[in-house]
């Protein structure tokens, strides 16, 4: 029988506790539980108010991976969910607003994916987003190179970025932005994008073509636009190792010299939450948005 938990006065079916998900190194689906538990309060509100697009690998990054975007079948009533605009029409998707949603969410194996806009004003992006993606045999330790060019950059605009990793290979950074349509911000992104790329030819690279990519960052500026997504911060990814796409601190970013110093596991990250908090709080803040130049 499938435990059932009582959580926030919400009844939670949590199924199959003892099935390793991430394999390198055992971790399994009730340490999934208990970190995104544990997680919570940090990462909800970088949930709360936005669409969630789910890559579900219920039987591990081996096994089958795929985007769940509109609401789940079972999926309990009590669970928020709001009509969203998408190319194909019109679709329901699922907001994770509070504890009991993200318990269920996380009970189906999930990486969490956000838009950089919330169903209140969906028409008017809230974040920027820059993903650095490393091309062998460039690491992250390039990206973060190029990450402090990218804030320096910003900073001039009056634009504050923040940076976590990906989780993966790669850097994530955000700013808090307002006043402009996605694809405004998808617009400024890109002229930013080739600006790095001008100003470090050997390193960076502003387009998606593979064979351009060879040893340099790949800067993505193109998950501003309004149909795409990111990972959300403190997300589990679907690797062998139970990483994270973890905030960091520029010092973290600036003083990087192997790729290892950036590679952040579920374990790590209550810890890293009692040293700093939440690195990403200042994206939560509207009055810290900014508009674009």
Not at 188 to 197: D, H, I, M, R, T
């Amino acid at each position: 029988m499938t435990p059932i938990t009582e959580v926030e006065g919400r009844r939670v079916a949590l199924s199959n506790l003892e099935k390793v998900l991430h394999p390198a190194t055992g971790f399994t689906k009730g340490e999934l539980l208990h970190y995104y538990a544990t997680t919570a309060e940090a990462l909800l509100p970088h949930l709360r108010g936005r669409p969630v697009s789910f890559l579900r690998y219920p039987d591990g990054p081996g096994g089958q991976v795929f985007f769940t975007k509109n609401v789940p079948p079972g999926t309990p009533e009590w669970v928020t969910t709001a009509e969203v605009r998408r190319m194909e029409g019109p679709a329901r998707m699922v907001l994770v607003q509070d504890l009991a949603s993200l318990m269920w969410a996380s009970n189906l194996v999930v990486e969490f994916h956000t838009p950089q806009w919330t169903v209140r004003t969906p028409d008017e992006a809230d974040r920027l987003v820059f993903d650095l993606d490393p091309g062998a045999p460039a690491t992250v330790v390039e990206c973060c190179e190029v990450a402090c060019w990218l804030r320096k950059r910003l900073a001039a605009d009056g634009i504050e970025a923040y940076a976590k990793t990906s989780g993966s290979k790669g850097l994530h950074l955000l700013a808090s932005v307002r006043g402009s349509s996605s694809e405004r911000v998808t617009e400024y992104a890109k002229e930013l994008a080739v600006e790095a790329e001008k100003a470090m030819p050997r390193r960076v690279v502003h387009r998606m073509t593979r064979s351009l990519r060879l040893g340099k960052v790949f800067v993505d500026w193109s998950q501003n636009a309004a149909r795409k997504t990111t990972a959300t911060p403190y997300t589990l990814r679907a690797r062998p190792e139970p990483t994270v796409s973890a905030p960091v601190t520029w010092t973290e970013v600036e003083e990087c010299a192997s790729p290892g110093r950036l590679v952040f596991r579920a374990p790590d990250i209550a810890p890293r939450l009692q040293d700093h908090g939440d690195l990403l709080t200042p994206l939560l803040d509207p009055g810290a948005a900014r508009p674009l130049p």
